[in-house]
């Protein structure tokens, strides 16, 4: 069920809320897509790498641990958002990469990117305990 709504009619009907002809909001879902942690990091990566294996990607998300990647990977799979790849080869070896599903959210890293770059946003820095 594809509803595609100009930027302008987005304005203008913000304020009344945005529903599909069930009256669901399309973009709850959308958020709570990005809440779950590492979700949009390992998107983000995937991005900039194109295809990875698991061990590159562990290494260039700082903090992820594997049980977390895995999970991580399988949901993403699960949404159709990641492809998993395994090449029959010696050795053996599985590439993950975006399907166009989820190359199709890189308008939205767009503009998160487009936003990061006009208010800059420093985080705290963890507490040590």
């Known amino acids: ?48 790498s194109e295809s990875a294996r698991f061990n590159e990607i562990k290494f260039n998300l700082a903090g992820i641990t594997s049980t977390m990647l895995s999970a991580t990977l399988k949901d993403l799979i699960d949404l159709g958002l990641v492809q998993k790849t395994t090449f029959e080869e010696q050795p053996p070896h599985v590439e993950y990469s975006l399907t166009e599903k989820g190359n199709d959210l890189l308008p939205i890293y767009y503009e998160i990117s487009n936003w990061g770059f006009e208010y800059p946003v420093d985080l705290p820095k963890k507490a040590k305990k």
Do not use: A, N
């Open 1 to 48: 069920m594809e509803r595609r709504i100009s930027y302008e009619e987005f304005l203008w009907r913000v304020k009344d809320g945005i529903t599909d002809e069930l009256g669901r909001s399309p973009v709850i879902p959308v958020l709570k897509l990005f809440q779950v942690r590492w979700r949009s990091e390992v998107i983000y990566y995937l991005f900039t």
